[in-house]
């Protein structure tokens, strides 16, 4: 047998002896996230979604934009169900969906749940005394988040201690009300538009918080902390966007809107 014969052999031989293994690639990404839902904070919005079913989903991306049908871009991700954008601005109105990848690094579209939220500012623990004693401490002005005198014109509320009862205070140009038992600042996720109290003040309950609509269409609340015949301390939130009455959470529940795909979003 020449060599040539010999070599062709040996390759046929070597062809229908072996054994062909097929390795199967996952393309097949994971369903988006739902249950998409935001808490408002200081310079941050808390975004929160449900957990996925797939077995091998690995984790989540979350994206932002300034507009429901905007651009939407990577703020973050997480192997969680919750991620905080320190990114946010006080004011500023952001909108968040949410993305699954699994173990093979497929993604999913982005979620058709979109939650959006406008941070705003906050402080803890402030001290009025009573106007009485005191007039030029005893107001508060959310705008500038500073204590001054009850009767400036810049004044949102005012305190006063007054024949055995506790009243908060405002002028004819600002609207207030009693919004009840809270445990905490952050129970009160909007602002009522109507209620307010016909005498421009309230009675002042430990541990409730009132709602504040002020002369330039803000809304603030205050979450009452300790009283006395000379002091009142309060925890408080202002929302800077006027006519905006989201204060802590708001959720939008329907589906992105037309021409707002996950293909013409930048990722």
Not at 133 to 150: H, K, L, M, R
Not at 194 to 205: A, E
Not at 238 to 246: G, M, V
């Amino acid at each position: 047998m020449n060599a040539k014969l010999l070599s062709i052999l040996v390759a046929a031989v070597l062809v229908t002896g072996c054994k062909t293994t097929v390795v199967e690639v996952d393309r097949t990404p994971p369903f988006a996230p739902r249950g998409i839902y935001t808490e408002t904070g200081d310079g941050f919005i808390l975004i929160s979604w449900l957990r996925n079913q797939e077995p091998d989903v690995a984790g989540y991306k979350v994206y932002s934009s300034d507009a429901f049908d905007g651009v939407y871009t990577a703020v973050g991700q997480t192997t969680g169900l919750t991620i905080s954008d320190f990114g946010a601005t006080n004011g500023i109105t952001a909108y968040y969906a949410v993305t699954a990848f699994d173990d093979a690094g497929n993604e999913s579209g982005l979620s058709t749940d979109v939650a959006y939220d406008t941070p705003r500012p906050e402080g803890f623990g402030v001290v009025l005394p009573n106007f009485h004693f005191n007039p030029t401490g005893a107001g508060y002005d959310f705008s500038t988040y500073s204590v001054g005198p009850f009767d400036d014109q810049f004044t949102d509320i005012f305190f006063e201690f007054l024949s055995g009862t506790y009243f908060m205070n405002v002028w004819d140009d600002t609207e207030i009300q009693d919004v009840g038992y809270t445990e905490s600042l952050a129970d009160i996720r909007y602002a009522p538009t109507g209620g307010w109290s016909p005498t421009r003040d309230v009675r002042l309950i430990l541990d409730h918080t009132y709602v504040v609509r002020t002369w330039d269409s803000h809304y603030a609340k205050v979450r009452i902390r300790s009283l006395s015949d000379t002091r009142v301390i309060f925890d408080w939130a202002y929302q800077l966007q006027p006519d905006n009455t989201r204060l802590k959470q708001t959720v939008d529940r329907g589906p992105l809107r037309t021409g707002a795909g996950f293909a013409s979003r930048t990722r």
